[in-house]
């Protein structure tokens, strides 16, 4: 088993809108898009890193769907 210290850097970046819905416009949608990065990992074990490096560092259009209520106080 392998304990240690390490640092992963990660980004998300997200693209999306807000829609009020029925007249009091306390429930609302948001539909968003994410994209996601991770530009830094360290002090990874190795088999852990030969797995990583199958694939890339992003994940691009990853769809999200939020559903909201306003609570006023």
Known sequence: MYFGNGFKLYNSYHLGYHVSL???KRIFLEP????????INTNVPD???R??????????LEPNLYLGIKFQI
């Open 51 to 60: 797995e990583e490096d199958k694939w890339a560092n992003y994940f691009l």
């Open 32 to 39: 968003q898009i994410h994209i996601n990065h991770w530009p």
């Open 47 to 49: 088999s852990f890193r």
């Open 22 to 24: 029925f007249k009091n």
